[in-house]
């Protein structure tokens, strides 16, 4: 009985911590190499309307990393981007552009923020800003998305098209985006293992919640 009894202690030690992008889409990576570096895309004309703003005021970016002894929620806090819609047009026509401040991110830890910040991690002295700069926005998309967005997203130096589902919807003037993805790290070079009794997964969740207006 005794030992029926440690065997119950010990199994959740031994099943770990879950993994929270295990029940997420996953977003699509082209590996290959991508395009060359494009014109900007002309500004949005009056009759259309200004581009509309968000920043981490009104909207958050946030990461979920996990290790087997348990998960860590990073935000960053310091973000800015502008979703480019004339009045009236269909959702599929904007274009979306966000610029983050790796210097600015905060996890649940203070001796994490400082680990993530150096070059295991985001390399931030070296590489400040993650970007992305989307190119496409289809209707439907995964786990009931109303799009997929299709952009270049520029992580750790390394720039590489990504796709991931997204529900995008007008909120009288302004336009909300909501999106829960997961990206593999070892992707965009951040190949950190982790201890060896504590390894970090490779999938992050990415949550994104945007207000523009």
Same mark, same amino acid.
């Given at each position: 009985?005794?030992?029926?009894?440690?065997?119950?202690?010990?199994?959740?030690?031994?099943?770990?911590?879950?993994?929270?992008?295990?029940?997420?889409?996953?977003?699509?990576?082209?590996?290959?190499?991508?395009?060359?570096?494009?014109?900007? !895309?002309?500004?949005?004309?009056?009759? @259309?309307? @200004?581009?509309?703003?968000? $920043?981490?005021?009104?909207?958050?970016?946030?990461?979920?990393?996990?290790?087997? $002894?348990?998960?860590?929620?990073?935000?960053?806090?310091?973000?800015?981007?502008?979703? !480019?819609?004339?009045?009236?047009?269909?959702?599929?026509?904007?274009?979306?552009?966000?610029?983050?401040?790796?210097?600015?991110?905060?996890?649940?830890?203070?001796?994490?923020?400082?680990?993530?910040?150096? &070059? &295991?991690?985001? @390399?931030? @002295?070296?590489?400040?800003?993650?970007?992305?700069?989307?190119?496409?926005?289809?209707?439907?998309?995964?786990?009931?998305?109303?799009?997929?967005?299709?952009?270049?997203? $520029?992580?750790?130096?390394?720039?590489?098209?990504?796709?991931?589902?997204?529900?995008?919807?007008?909120?009288?003037?302004?336009?909300?985006?909501?999106?829960?993805?997961?990206?593999?790290?070892?992707?965009?070079?951040?190949?950190?293992?982790?201890?060896?009794?504590?390894?970090?997964?490779?999938?992050?969740?990415?949550?994104?919640?945007?207000?523009?207006?």
């Amino acid at each position: 009985m005794m030992k029926f009894r440690i065997l119950l202690l010990l199994a959740p030690l031994s099943l770990g911590c879950s993994d929270p992008a295990a029940d997420k889409p996953a977003a699509s990576v082209d590996n290959e190499a991508p395009p060359p570096e494009q014109a900007p !895309a002309p500004a949005v004309t009056e009759q @259309a309307g @200004a581009p509309l703003s968000f $920043t981490g005021a009104g909207s958050s970016i946030h990461m979920v990393g996990s290790k087997i $002894t348990g998960t860590h929620e990073v935000e960053i806090k310091d973000f800015k981007g502008e979703i !480019a819609l004339a009045k009236d047009a269909p959702l599929e026509s904007g274009r979306v552009n966000v610029v983050m401040q790796m210097g600015s991110i905060e996890a649940d830890h203070p001796k994490l923020t400082k680990h993530l910040l150096a &070059d &295991d991690f985001f @390399a931030a @002295a070296a590489h400040p800003t993650c970007r992305f700069e989307s190119t496409a926005i289809a209707k439907g998309g995964a786990d009931g998305a109303s799009h997929s967005v299709t952009g270049q997203l $520029t992580l750790r130096g390394v720039r590489k098209s990504i796709q991931f589902p997204a529900t995008i919807e007008r909120e009288g003037a302004a336009v909300k985006v909501k999106a829960e993805f997961s990206i593999n790290r070892k992707d965009f070079g951040i190949v950190y293992p982790g201890k060896p009794d504590d390894l970090i997964r490779d999938d992050v969740l990415i949550k994104l919640e945007l207000r523009a207006q």
